[in-house]
């Protein structure tokens, strides 16, 4: 069987009285209890039971393909037949227990529907459960489904024990763990996982004296927890209530069964539908999935964009505010700002007028010395002193002369042309020098 999303799933158990429940799925995925039939309540029992009961009330509501039936019944309609394979995968499992089938079925294979359900362990190991039954008790009621129109609809037929493993796992008991129960005059017991149920069988199959032992053996997790449903063993502990209700605030399985007959799509298990329909593992449909997440995404991005939109605007205007107080902190500064930059270069001017001041008897001797060793025609149009050097613009007829009479001083320890030497019509060379002036003993001594 293929599980298909639906936004209604219909329980329903047909034993001494027929039993349903129903829900519908919520805006926002959750589910939640919905009458399923009109003018009934969301979960109940009518008297008449059956494939005749179950024709009525079916024939009460019209098909639809966003509705799902499951329908669980008793164990004495049912066998079944455990099989704990190797690991594998949980399709090679699958092939494995169809093909054991001519051995494993008492029955011949015309004479049966059957379907299988794989519960899958922690170290890969897969355990099998083959459930199977005579067509001549199934046909009665898939016709009473088929002849109300909802044969599409039906997506689950087994026996009880199994929609009560699923309603354990569901309410989140401690797992694995042990359930006899009894119901109509059989006692059955069921062993049961998170991914499904690990053993299922009748009591009376097993050895009086030593089922409890050889389920302990069989799978040490259990240790204590073995319990018995109402009316199932007297010598074990009765199930406790769950700690906390997870089935939508549905009744109990033991009040309704019909909720046992909902828990394997609630639980997420492996549906079991017993008809001539092909053997299936679940699929599961990514395409709604993919929708739901494309929505999400496209809304989470669009509450992003709005809220950044908010935030520039926001922004904006704090920007504006901003600017407006700094266009008027600028203006307020712009005076002292021009005062700063005045003072900064009186105070340079007054350090070079220092400079100059202290130095000033060398300049005689120095200005008399760059006389003296010039070459004649030449003359200079600038002279800048600062930080210990000369910076001199002047023309002759040969600068390199010039160049070399100075290098010659005493004065300076460094005499270099600054940039190109321009030659005018004339022969005249156009030139700047830096002159680096020797610090004095006086200097030295500071």
């Not at 059989?186 to 389920?215: C, D, H, I, P």
């Not at 769950?242 to 069964?257: H, I, K, M």
């Not at 200005?367 to 001199?392: C, Q």
């Not at 042309?417 to 156009?430: F, P």
Request: glycine content about 8%.
């Amino acid at each position: 069987m293929t599980l298909q999303r639906k936004t209604e799933i219909l329980g329903m158990y047909c034993g001494e009285r027929l039993f349903y429940a129903g829900l519908k799925r919520g805006l926002v995925g959750g589910w939640q209890p919905k009458p399923a039939f009109p003018g009934f309540a969301p979960w109940g029992d009518v008297s008449q039971s059956g494939p005749a009961g179950l024709k009525r009330l079916l024939s009460r509501i019209p098909p639809t393909a966003g509705r799902a039936i499951y329908l669980a019944l008793p164990r004495h309609y049912f066998f079944t037949r455990n099989l704990d394979l190797p690991p594998m995968s949980r399709e090679d499992a699958l092939a494995a227990v169809e093909a054991s089938l001519q051995v494993s079925a008492h029955l011949p294979l015309a004479e049966i529907y059957y379907d299988i359900h794989l519960c899958p362990l922690a170290d890969r190991r897969v355990h099998g459960l083959l459930i199977y039954a005579r067509r001549q008790d199934m046909d009665p009621f898939l016709e009473a489904v088929r002849s109300t129109g909802h044969q599409r609809e039906l997506e689950g037929l087994f026996p009880y024990i199994l929609g009560l493993g699923a309603w354990v796992a569901r309410q989140g008991y401690a797992l694995p763990l042990a359930l006899v129960v009894g119901q109509e005059g059989e006692r059955e017991l069921g062993v049961f996982a998170k991914n499904g149920t690990l053993y299922a069988a009748s009591v009376a199959e097993l050895e009086s004296n030593l089922w409890q032992q050889n389920m302990v053996v069989r799978y040490p997790e259990l240790k204590e927890r073995l319990f018995s449903a109402a009316g199932g063993d007297e010598t074990l502990s009765v199930i406790p209530d769950p700690a906390v209700d997870r089935c939508f605030s549905l009744p109990p399985a033991a009040e309704n069964p019909a909720v046992a007959a909902l828990a394997p799509v609630l639980a997420g298990w492996q549906p079991v539908c017993v008809d001539d329909r092909p053997v299936k593992l679940k699929q599961v449909h990514p395409l709604p999935w993919l929708l739901l997440a494309a929505f999400l995404l496209a809304f989470f991005c669009g509450g992003l964009s709005w809220r950044a939109r908010v935030v520039d605007r926001a922004l904006q205007r704090d920007l504006s505010v901003l600017n407006l107080e700094n266009n008027k902190l600028k203006k307020r500064l712009s005076p002292l700002e021009k005062r700063h930059k005045l003072g900064k270069k009186a105070q340079a001017m007054l350090k070079d007028i220092d400079d100059f001041l202290r130095q000033r008897p060398r300049f005689y001797s120095l200005l008399n010395d760059m006389a003296e060793r010039i070459p004649d025609g030449t003359w200079f149009s600038s002279l800048v002193f600062r930080k210990g050097k000369l910076t001199l613009r002047g023309q002759s007829s040969d600068a390199l002369k010039v160049v070399e009479s100075l290098r010659e001083s005493e004065f300076f320890s460094e005499v270099k042309l600054r940039g190109t030497v321009n030659k005018s019509r004339g022969q005249v060379e156009r030139f700047s020098l830096v002159l680096q002036l020797k610090e004095s003993d006086h200097e030295k001594t500071q």
